[in-house]
């Protein structure tokens, strides 16, 4: 599974699973997705299918930095 992380120097700023552009979905359903500001960055990461599950945001970061680039 890929994620989107957006980050603002090196903090991580917001999570959320990587939507396709090229996906187009269910029709009449909604999809959004992250997007970076002016003075933020945007990483596609892969993780494991169950990463975003019943994890709590100190254990997110810590593992979502490890596999950032750098």
Known sequence: MKVHVV?????IVGVGPAVSPSDPGIP??????LRA????KLQ???VPEDFLHNINPE????KLSA???K
Do not use: M
């Open 7 to 11: 980050l603002e120097g090196n903090k």
């Open 28 to 33: 009449g359903q909604f999809r959004g997705g």
């Open 37 to 40: 500001g002016p003075s933020q």
């Open 44 to 46: 596609e990461v892969d």
């Open 59 to 62: 254990d997110l970061h810590q």
């Open 67 to 69: 596999r950032l680039k």
